[in-house]
C-alpha cells in the first residue's frame, strides 16, 4: 500500500485526535513555531472533559489560553522554556517550571524523566 493511502486513512478532526487524551494525560507538545495551535485550541475548547492535563513544552508562540485563571483546574502547564504565554502562569503558581539545557531536553523524554502519555506535533 503507498503512503497516501495509509495516510489518509490516519486522518481525523482536531476534535477527534484530542478526545483521545484523558485526565492526568501528560501532553507534550512541539514547540515555537512547531506549536500545534488548533490541537491545543481544540483542547481548551472542550476542558470541560478533561481534569488536571499536564502541558508540557519550551515556548509557546501563541496564546497559551491553557495558562490562563478559568482553565487551573483542567490544565497544568509545565514549561521548559519560561517564555512570555507561561511567566505569569508560573509566577501565579498556576503553572511549574523545569530548569533544564536545551541540550538534555531529550533525554527528558528518552530517559522517562517526563513521561509522556500523548505527543502533539506538527509534521
Not at 511567566?87 to 533544564?100: Q, S, Y
Amino acid at each position: 500500500m503507498k503512503w497516501e493511502k495509509i495516510y489518509s486513512q490516519k486522518l481525523v478532526s482536531a476534535e477527534e485526535a484530542v478526545a483521545q487524551i484523558k485526565s492526568g494525560d501528560r501532553v507534550v507538545c512541539g514547540h515555537a513555531a512547531g506549536t500545534p495551535e488548533l490541537l491545543l485550541k481544540t483542547m481548551v475548547n472542550q476542558r470541560e472533559r478533561y481534569r488536571n492535563v499536564e502541558i508540557a513544552h519550551q515556548i509557546a508562540m501563541g496564546h497559551s489560553l491553557y495558562c490562563l485563571p478559568e482553565n487551573q483546574p483542567y490544565f497544568l502547564h509545565n514549561s521548559l522554556f519560561a517564555g512570555a504565554g507561561s511567566r505569569k502562569a508560573i509566577d501565579e503558581g498556576r503553572a511549574v517550571f523545569t530548569a533544564v539545557h536545551n541540550s538534555d531536553l531529550p533525554r527528558l523524554f528518552t530517559d522517562r524523566i517526563l513521561p509522556a502519555d500523548v505527543t502533539l506535533c506538527m509534521l
